[in-house]
């Protein structure tokens, strides 16, 4: 029997998620089990799921939108924009498998994963808390501050900024493999990790002044469009903690597989929160979860990108929507 885990792509939950179900499900079916494989996916518009996905004896999807496939086995996500048609949540409670969850409360997939596994199986592994602990951090953004996420000093910071950056279609089930049995100060001390990581954390610094000049701040809201500046990505931190009074960002970024309109909230802010993100999202393709979301396109369709951007921007900044 073989498994395969899809996952959230270039993301430490995504990656911490495959983790925890993988060292579950090895050591459930360690006798009848061959083999796991882990396979990223993106969001984007339309179906995002491989052609050729659901493939394994046993496949799995984490931290990552539903399939109503009858060859999807087991489900965990704690996205609010879960289902992508009202079809997929009818397929999703008529379901009566007892192994597809859903969580959109929960800070974190990974730490669905742990407390379901528990509850449903009894199952624990305690020296996974640490991964657990940080994918709540990372994903629900539970930063003391802005400093911290853009400083990147912690191990698990380090990981994540890797993941987020590297283009190596090996190295994320080499870290997710990782995950299952080292500390996160472990994994980011690997030669196979300090190496690739290095470059990356001399761009982040870089990227902060990148930031800095194309970022502006208005009625609450920072607008950067980093498109044409040969930056693919940057912290989605940076700009909270250049601006520290802005309510919400909204970012362009390009990069060969897609352009990409990213909204957040701030975090720190002392002014709540009035819009669901998640469902300003949706209504572009996107999706996400009421604090943080994001819309791809295809990398051709960066004017497409700038109106939904500039779309965005005016609705967060009118401040009308009651917060749900």
Not at 41 to 49: K, R, S, T, W
Not at 111 to 140: K, N, Q
Not at 189 to 202: D, T
Not at 217 to 237: H, I, Y
Request: with cysteine; charged share 25%.
């Amino acid at each position: 029997m073989r498994l395969e885990i899809l996952h959230h792509a270039n993301c430490f939950d995504g990656c911490a998620s495959a983790a925890l179900f993988g060292r579950w499900f090895t050591e459930r079916e360690n006798d009848r089990l061959e083999g796991v494989t882990y396979r990223p996916v993106q969001h984007g518009h339309g179906e995002v799921f491989p052609v050729d996905a659901f493939r394994a004896d046993v496949n799995a999807v984490v931290d990552f939108r539903f399939s109503p496939s009858p060859r999807l086995d087991w489900w965990f996500d704690h996205h609010a924009s879960g289902f992508p048609t009202p079809a997929d949540r009818a397929a999703f409670e008529a379901d009566r498998s007892g192994q597809k969850f859903w969580d959109p409360k929960a800070p974190s997939c990974t730490g669905f994963i742990a407390r379901t596994l528990s509850g449903r199986f009894g199952w624990r592994a305690p020296e996974l808390d640490e991964l657990v602990r940080w994918a709540d951090v990372i994903d629900a953004a539970r930063f003391p501050s802005a400093a911290m996420a853009v400083r990147l000093e912690e191990p698990a910071l380090r990981v994540m900024t890797l993941l987020e950056a590297s283009k190596d279609p090996a190295l994320q089930p080499r870290i997710i493999e990782a995950m299952q049995r080292q500390p996160l100060a472990a994994i980011v001390a690997e030669p196979w990790v300090a190496g690739p990581l290095a470059p990356i954390l001399e761009r982040h610094v870089r990227s902060i002044d990148t930031v800095r000049r194309q970022a502006r701040m208005e009625r609450g809201v920072v607008f950067a469009d980093l498109s044409e500046t040969g930056l693919e990505a940057a912290n989605k931190f940076i700009a909270y903690d250049l601006f520290p009074e802005a309510r919400y960002t909204v970012v362009v970024s390009r990069d060969p597989k897609r352009t990409k309109v990213s909204v957040g909230s701030n975090p720190w802010s002392q002014v709540p929160r009035t819009h669901d993100i998640s469902k300003i999202c949706e209504r572009y393709g996107g999706g996400g979860h009421p604090v943080v979301g994001a819309v791809s396109l295809p990398p051709d369709r960066l004017d497409e990108a700038r109106r939904v951007a500039a779309e965005i921007t005016r609705e967060l900044q009118d401040g009308s929507e009651p917060r749900p």
